[in-house]
């Protein structure tokens, strides 16, 4: 006797072959019917012996992956949950998958996920652990399918967050108690220090842009004298941006979350600021579409890169990405004005928050004052 999902059983499969009667067969037992079904499938319709045997094997094959993984009641004809439906004895990439797919990750999160996840499953699958059901998942089948990968330190930690999200949310529907991921320590890696622009190498370039690609030029300075991410300067609009009050309004993507929130423009970077916003005639209009100059289409952020790539890193000798642009400024911030965080002496700057009330009007108007060059 075989026990199978949601309480049911199963007989041992009885072939039976006659030259009148040629079947394969099983009883299944279900919690809630007295008696049991006799599972049956002939094979009287192949009429030579020859055809009978061959379709036997695959037939009974058929049979024990319907009742055994895919949870088929062959009393009511039906499987015993909907297809696409999570439950506690969906098997495991299914179950990981839907999850996946039924996140609000943003784009670009949910792609690298996707990789993440079908490394995984890969490996889970090569170490026969492919069986799986969402209930019978345990810390050491993950840490097991993830050691497999010879990943870095820094990716493994990378794997082990992405899958943790997506058995949070397995937990919380009460398909399994426990995160496996929870319990698996993170890996020590080396934060590798992040460069920054030279003063002489900012003035190549931008002597370099304001020559060659004058188009161009308002979006280096802005991008440069903001802290924005590319996507974040690309997806502004008119509507979102307040030159009276020196501010703009940006979407901070990051993982499942869509935040909307207030940025300053600095005094330095306010003249680039009001030469780009001249051109923009409707509210709804990018500040920065196609060819850098507003418009109604939104463009993507793969423009930037290769444009920086192909006209600025390589006809300068510059080997040094648009991003660096970013950690420059960050840096110069740091270096011209200490923080709250660093007054208070916390390590950790959600300390510091606890303790400032108002703190992000604050920071705004603070932000407003700094003075870093432009070139």
């Known amino acids: 006797m075989k026990n199978l999902n949601f309480g049911c059983r199963r007989s041992d499969f009885l072939v039976t072959s006659s030259k009148d009667d040629w ?16 599972y049956r499938r002939k094979l009287n319709r192949f009429k030579s012996e020859k055809e009978r045997k061959a379709i036997e094997k695959s037939l009974l094959q058929q049979m024990t992956e319907l009742l055994d993984e895919k949870d088929y009641n062959p009393r009511t004809k039906q499987f015993m949950f909907q297809e696409g439906q999570i439950n506690q004895y969906s098997n495991i990439a299914e179950a990981l998958r839907q999850t996946l797919k039924n996140k609000e990750f943003t784009p670009e999160h949910k792609m690298n996920v996707e990789l993440h996840l079908g490394r995984f499953l890969e490996a889970l699958t090569n170490l026969d652990l492919g069986y799986l059901k969402i209930k019978d998942i345990e810390l050491i089948h993950v840490k097991q399918t993830l050691e497999s990968l010879k990943l870095s330190n820094y990716t493994f930690n990378k794997f082990k967050v992405h899958l943790s999200s997506l058995f949070t949310d397995l937990v919380d529907e009460g398909y399994i108690k426990v995160n496996p991921c929870t319990g698996i320590k993170t890996k020590k ?13 900012l003035q190549q370039i931008e002597k370099h842009i304001k020559k060659n690609y004058p188009h161009f030029y308002n979006f280096f300075q802005i991008f440069y004298l903001s802290g924005c991410r590319v996507p974040e300067l690309l997806g502004l609009k008119k509507s979102d941006i307040n030159l009276e009050k020196s501010e703009f309004t940006i979407t901070l993507k990051k993982g499942q979350l869509y935040v909307r929130e207030k940025r300053a423009i600095i005094p330095n970077a306010l003249p680039f600021w009001q030469d780009q916003m001249e051109n923009a005639l ?18 993507h952020r793969t423009y930037v890169y290769k444009f920086w790539t192909k006209k600025i890193m390589k006809e300068i000798g510059i080997d040094k990405g648009i991003y660096i642009l970013k950690h420059t400024f960050l840096d110069k911030v740091e270096e011209a004005h200490y923080s709250a965080q660093i007054m208070a002496g916390h390590r950790d700057d959600r300390t510091t928050s606890i303790y400032t009330v108002g703190r992000e009007k604050r920071r705004l108007e603070a932000q407003k004052q700094i003075q870093i060059k432009a070139f």
């Open 23 to 38: 079947f394969i067969q099983c009883r299944f037992y279900e919690e809630g019917q007295d008696k049991p079904f006799t």
């Open 189 to 201: 890696h080396i934060v590798e220090r992040k460069e920054i622009f030279t003063n002489e190498e």
């Open 282 to 299: 409707f509210d709804d209009d990018y500040i920065f579409s196609f060819f850098y100059q507003p418009g109604e289409d939104i463009m």
